[in-house]
């Protein structure tokens, strides 16, 4: 009798654990889904204000429109300028591609050279190379503005570009870094081994092993490139050759009383989905990069 009576006791406290585990979980997701929600509303609004008017945006901010309009989307594509923002995104893109690129190639060659062979002042120029990570972007600006001027290199992509060629994004080469430290360096040994020299072992050993963390790179370098006002401010001057960062300030005209925000608002949601699609599509790559370098062998 006594043995049942602890067996009842024993699956009431079983039950009652389950329900406590439930409450916390239920607690859990419910934090989390409510941060979510105050996180994405900024592009809830933005998504809802590009179908509303003028007085609707100002006097309300919820997020959904009275009624859904595409108009904002047709007029905002055309602009106020003879060119459409097709225009300004396939400029976009020839910057973004070439850069994404170089950055991928330059960043792993010398990342592969501090992580895998010992040359001379390697311990000088690695702290000098992660010193540089401390150096504010706008110290470089009016040097290399000068520069690039006395090349005749202005009103071209190749300064957006060029830069990344030479392996100048530190975060990149640092992150690499370490991911190539969490590599054994037998598989090096082992294809030395097989025949295989130090850029063949790079390239069919190592970089496929590096995949996500260049994923997560290319990610990066995307988005931040996409998104760059700065750079293309200080030396594109032709309107024609604006990436989309631009072409949507010069769309902004705060002037004019009747300035329509919902096509401003319209193209900034279209500015959004090549970003968003790039991440989405490399989540998991994106994920896993991110956390490779932290992970050493």
Same mark, same amino acid.
């Given at each position: 009798?006594?043995?049942?009576?602890?067996e009842?006791r024993?699956?009431?406290? @079983? $039950?009652?654990?389950?329900?406590? $585990?439930?409450?916390? &979980?239920g607690?859990?997701? %419910?934090?989390?889904?409510?941060?979510?929600?105050?996180?994405?509303?900024?592009?809830?609004?933005?998504?809802?204000?590009?179908?509303?008017?003028?007085?609707?945006?100002?006097?309300?901010?919820w997020?959904?429109?009275?009624?859904?309009?595409? @108009?904002?989307?047709?007029?905002?594509?055309?602009?106020?300028?003879?060119y459409?923002?097709?225009?300004?995104?396939?400029?976009?893109?020839?910057?973004?591609?070439?850069?994404?690129?170089?950055?991928?190639?330059?960043c792993?060659?010398?990342?592969?050279?501090?992580a895998?062979?010992?040359?001379?002042a $390697?311990r000088?120029?690695?702290?000098?190379?992660?010193?540089?990570?401390?150096?504010?972007?706008?110290?470089?600006?009016?040097?290399?503005?000068?520069?690039?001027?006395?090349?005749?290199? %202005?009103?071209?992509?190749?300064?957006?570009?060029?830069?990344?060629?030479?392996?100048?994004?530190?975060?990149?080469?640092?992150? %690499?870094? @370490?991911?190539f430290?969490?590599?054994?360096?037998?598989?090096?040994?082992?294809?030395?081994?097989d025949?295989?020299?130090?850029?063949?072992?790079?390239? $069919?050993?190592?970089?496929?092993?590096?995949?996500?963390?260049?994923?997560?790179?290319?990610?990066?370098?995307?988005?931040?490139?996409?998104?760059?006002?700065?750079?293309?401010?200080?030396?594109?001057?032709?309107? &024609?050759k604006?990436?989309?960062?631009?072409?949507?300030?010069?769309?902004?005209?705060?002037?004019?009383?009747?300035?329509?925000?919902?096509?401003m608002?319209?193209?900034?949601?279209?500015?959004?989905?090549?970003?968003?699609?790039?991440?989405?599509?490399?989540?998991?790559?994106?994920?896993?990069?991110?956390?490779?370098?932290?992970?050493?062998?």
């Amino acid at each position: 009798m006594e043995n049942t009576n602890n067996e009842a006791r024993y699956i009431k406290m @079983q $039950k009652r654990n389950e329900r406590k $585990k439930l409450i916390v &979980h239920g607690i859990k997701y %419910l934090v989390l889904v409510i941060g979510a929600l105050i996180m994405l509303y900024p592009i809830l609004w933005l998504f809802g204000a590009s179908f509303k008017s003028n007085t609707e945006i100002f006097n309300t901010i919820w997020f959904m429109p009275k009624s859904f309009d595409i @108009q904002p989307y047709i007029d905002g594509w055309k602009t106020s300028s003879q060119y459409t923002f097709a225009t300004y995104f396939l400029n976009s893109f020839l910057i973004v591609i070439p850069k994404v690129i170089l950055t991928l190639v330059s960043c792993t060659l010398a990342a592969y050279g501090f992580a895998r062979f010992e040359f001379p002042a $390697k311990r000088i120029l690695f702290p000098i190379m992660m010193a540089t990570l401390f150096l504010p972007g706008i110290v470089t600006r009016i040097p290399l503005y000068i520069f690039w001027r006395n090349m005749g290199l %202005l009103d071209t992509y190749i300064p957006l570009i060029a830069n990344s060629a030479f392996a100048c994004d530190t975060f990149f080469v640092y992150m %690499l870094v @370490q991911f190539f430290r969490s590599v054994p360096k037998e598989l090096d040994e082992a294809a030395k081994m097989d025949g295989c020299n130090s850029f063949m072992t790079l390239t $069919k050993i190592l970089v496929p092993i590096l995949k996500p963390s260049l994923i997560t790179a290319g990610l990066f370098q995307f988005i931040w490139t996409f998104t760059d006002f700065q750079g293309p401010l200080i030396y594109i001057s032709s309107v &024609h050759k604006y990436p989309v960062s631009i072409a949507l300030r010069m769309a902004m005209d705060t002037t004019s009383a009747d300035f329509n925000w919902n096509r401003m608002m319209a193209m900034s949601i279209i500015g959004l989905i090549p970003s968003l699609v790039v991440f989405f599509s490399a989540q998991k790559s994106f994920l896993g990069g991110s956390t490779a370098g932290g992970v050493k062998g």
